[in-house]
């Protein structure tokens, strides 16, 4: 099939859905896209950031606390970071239970230049849309969001799910 009657059949095969349809599955290509080319809300890159902006060191558990992933993906992630020179981790002197988890020299770098492409990336994507549009969005997303949180509150009886 050539680039054109591709097209076509993409927008007829679109136009076929219900706008409810259009709506999850632009979400789906949203979600995906992100994913790939941002790292994820849990991948390596957003987790050097994390620490780079935290000042290159927080413990463990205060990581676990605020990425949307189990402790054993987190453990895996993090592993594979030391393994790669950007992280080292080390028991704290306050409270020998905990890790903390600390940027190299290498991986500062890596996370400056995660951090730098991340904005990028942030404005770039956003940029076709006005700023009263953009507020438009992230409000009707905040409600989108209050009412899936809802729903899957409702379906797991108050327990929220974790990938």
């Known amino acids: 099939?050539?680039?054109?009657?591709?097209?076509?059949?993409?927008?007829e095969r679109e136009a076929s859905k219900t706008v409810d349809q259009r709506?999850?599955?632009?979400?789906?290509?949203?979600?995906?896209?992100?994913?790939?080319?941002v790292g994820g809300r849990a991948g390596k890159q957003n987790i050097l950031v994390k620490l780079y902006r935290a000042g290159g060191t927080i413990s463990q558990r205060y990581l676990q606390?605020?990425?949307?992933?189990?402790?054993?993906?987190?453990s895996e992630v993090l592993s594979k970071l030391e393994g790669q020179g950007l992280i080292s981790r080390a028991r704290s002197?306050?409270?020998?239970?905990?890790?903390?988890?600390?940027?190299?020299?290498?991986?500062?770098?890596?996370?400056?230049?995660?951090a730098r492409r991340k904005e990028a990336f942030e404005s770039r994507m956003l940029s076709v849309l006005g700023e009263?549009?953009?507020r438009d969005l992230a409000h009707t997303l905040d409600r989108l969001v209050e009412h899936w949180v809802h729903i899957e509150q409702e379906e797991t009886g108050g327990k929220r799910c974790r990938n």
């Open 1 to 11: 099939m050539d680039n054109d009657s591709s097209r076509g059949h993409l927008l």
């Open 23 to 37: 709506i999850l599955s632009d979400l789906g290509y949203f979600g995906h896209y992100l994913h790939v080319n």
């Open 65 to 74: 606390e605020t990425v949307p992933i189990s402790s054993a993906s987190l």
């Open 93 to 114: 002197d306050q409270d020998r239970r905990q890790l903390n988890v600390t940027l190299t020299p290498e991986g500062k770098q890596t996370a400056i230049e995660c």
């Open 132 to 134: 009263d549009e953009k």
